[in-house]
């Protein structure tokens, strides 16, 4: 059945139809990068190589994909690192019409520490809930790596890991010239920290081989990295399409994969190692989980543990040209068995399994009815993407969804009334989508913000989103029975979210009405556990009435879900401190210093304990500091 806003999808011609449609739903991204083609693209397409499946991928932001129905009608809807809770609703909603939802976890979704310029606001919160929380309402889970199984094994009972791979093996490298030695790195500038762990090696490599080079390709930023390294004999490339990157691999010998030592990085994938297989180029790699299942060293790469390592096997390999020539060849096998089509009946296995399991029959009489390729999918705005011999057709680059793009970008910026306009430009061109007023009534304030949501509620009642946006908005603007009423529609349409009686009990904690407002709280913390915020008003509340142990009880349960979130950290050394239990205090005051908007209270709070434990200078140490902070 569609959503609202627009019709069911077309029927097919006796005969025609498919017996399985799967929907895949990602962030918003270029998808000529390396998360679309390896978590989507490449997937999609081999599933829709497979007889009698259909694929259709897209972005959140892909208001087709809302039109036409497809997040109830697909037999199977794979929701890719998506943290957008008007998803709970559909979940429900397509369990209970018996139809397989499942999640996929690429990366740590805690483990990247907050920017210095972003408060762990109560927003945040909020959106730190919605990753495990959409894991845990889905009837499975699918996971980057086997370390992100390790990581998040409790979310889902239905669980299996799909490493990114290779579509095609590349032709055989030609020879290298000897002459000359070109070590590489591409990343991001996200991965800055990792590149800083090579410059010593790279450094002292350099001022000893004057026949090696050095080649960096990445975002612009990243030039400034390499001043400690001599100009002229380092090349730098901006970074570009995945085809520009494999052009970029061909061009260097010696390809070097250096990661700080960080829980998001031992969570990330093996793929920069396929990839140097692949092209002929010999890998050197950190010694880390990614790499240390695939690599074999002196086999068909090398590991190392530091940067004073990494020299020396970058010293090692410069001096015997014949093993630079014997380990790619041998690495090479890797890389062919790491192709998209060799693995993607596993993918379908598993849904097939996953579905017997819930007792849900994929495909069959009931399911959708969809031409392919749909015109109705295929038209120009959509730019949609096709592939031969492959049932598989790819949104996400259309005009609308580009101008939604660029509007966050530009909200994100602070470029408000360009925002603006580029939300009311993409709402003309498609005035039946509730996603351009939501993402203008998420961004923009007062009046137009309000007026924005009210549109994307009426056009889409199941955006639970949309009525929880308005609520706040209608509060900040004084309306607070308006913005009650917002928030209890919102807790309607998706009770598992948890925000609305979060909201919701702080209202009536306001008034005085305690007992109403735990009863809340309660019910947010045991819709979404994931979200600490709740947990910590009620921990807060029972901190007040004295009653310590009822606060570390709810805190140490919150820890289980999010152990490194400053704030349920912070509460409970405080809890600890008032215990007298001094050591245990420290331990988490200490964790939660780490991305922490408000250190002059958290060092304050850890004064407090280094003075339990008798440690006079480090108590007077720490809350000198707390003075500087404030």
């Not at 097919?12 to 270029?30: D, F, N, T, Y």
């Not at 972005?59 to 199977?76: H, M, R």
């Not at 970058?314 to 090479?332: D, G, K, T």
């Not at 401190?577 to 209270?601: C, D, I, N, Y």
């Amino acid at each position: 059945m569609p959503l609202p806003g627009g019709p069911p999808a077309s029927p097919s011609p006796p005969g025609e139809r498919p017996a399985l449609l799967v929907v895949q739903i990602g962030p918003p991204e270029p998808l000529d990068r390396g998360p679309a083609i390896h978590r989507t693209l490449q997937p999609c397409r081999a599933l829709g190589e497979l007889p009698e499946v259909t694929v259709v991928s897209g972005f959140t932001l892909s208001p087709a994909i809302y039109n036409q129905g497809l997040l109830l009608a697909a037999d199977v809807l794979v929701l890719r690192d998506v943290a957008d809770p008007d998803f709970l609703p559909i979940i429900a909603a397509r369990r209970r019409q018996g139809r397989l939802t499942a999640y996929e976890i690429g990366c740590h979704i805690f483990a990247a520490p907050l920017s210095d310029d972003t408060a762990a606001t109560q927003s945040d919160l909020v959106m730190r809930s919605l990753v495990p929380q959409l894991a845990r309402q889905a009837d499975c889970l699918q996971l980057a790596t086997a370390a992100l199984e390790t990581q998040f094994a409790a979310l889902n009972p239905r669980r299996a890991v799909f490493p990114s791979q290779l579509w095609d093996a590349p032709a055989p490298t030609p020879a290298r010239p000897t002459d000359r030695v070109v070590i590489g790195w591409a990343g991001a500038r996200a991965e800055r920290n990792d590149l800083l762990v090579a410059l010593p090696a790279l450094a002292g490599v350099l001022e000893r081989h004057p026949e090696v080079r050095v080649a960096i390709m990445g975002d612009p930023e990243l030039s400034a990295t390499l001043s400690s390294l001599p100009a002229a004999r380092v090349s730098f490339m901006p970074a570009g399409s995945l085809e520009r990157y494999h052009r970029f691999l061909e061009g260097i010998d010696i390809g070097i994969a250096p990661l700080a030592s960080t829980p998001f990085n031992r969570c990330s994938e093996d793929l920069r190692f396929i990839e140097y297989a692949a092209h002929g180029v010999l890998a050197v790699c950190a010694d880390l989980e990614p790499y240390r299942g695939v690599v074999r060293p002196g086999q068909n790469g090398f590991l190392f543990r530091d940067g004073a390592e990494l020299e020396t096997v970058l010293e090692r390999v410069l001096a015997e040209a014949e093993l630079r020539a014997a380990i790619p060849a041998r690495a090479a096998s890797t890389a062919t068995e790491r192709l998209e089509r060799r693995h993607v009946a596993a993918r379908l296995g598993f849904y097939l399994s996953s579905a017997a399991q819930m007792g849900v029959r994929l495909g069959g009489s009931g399911g959708p009815r969809l031409t392919f390729p749909p015109p109705e999918l295929t038209d120009s705005r959509q730019a949609a993407r096709l592939y031969p011999d492959s049932r598989y057709l790819a949104l996400g680059a259309g005009k609308v969804e580009r101008l939604l793009v660029e509007g966050l970008r530009q909200a994100r910026d602070g470029a408000a009334d360009e925002a603006r306009h580029t939300f009311e430009v993409a709402e003309r061109l498609a005035p039946e989508s509730h996603l351009p007023p939501l993402l203008l009534g998420m961004s923009a304030s007062g009046e137009t913000a309000i007026g924005a949501l009210a549109r994307a509620e009426v056009r889409n009642p199941l955006s639970c989103q949309a009525a929880y946006r308005l609520g706040e908005h209608l509060l900040a603007d004084g309306d607070e029975s308006g913005a009650v009423a917002a928030f209890e529609r919102a807790r309607a349409i998706a009770p598992g979210f948890g925000a609305p009686q979060e909201r919701l009990g702080a209202l009536a904690e306001a008034a005085g009405q305690i007992d109403d407002a735990c009863r809340l709280y309660e019910e947010a913390a045991l819709q979404n556990s994931a979200f600490a915020l709740p947990i910590a008003r009620l921990a807060t509340l029972a901190q007040r009435d004295g009653r310590i142990d009822k606060a570390v009880g709810l805190l140490e349960r919150s820890l289980v879900d999010d152990p490194e979130l400053w704030l349920t950290n912070f509460l409970i050394g405080r809890s600890y401190s008032e215990l007298k239990r001094f050591h245990q205090a420290r331990v988490h005051l200490m964790r939660a210093l780490e991305g922490s908007p408000e250190r002059a209270t958290v060092l304050t709070e850890l004064a407090k304990a280094e003075a339990g434990l008798g440690n006079a200078d480090a108590a007077r140490d720490t809350l000198e500091e707390a003075q500087r902070e404030r």
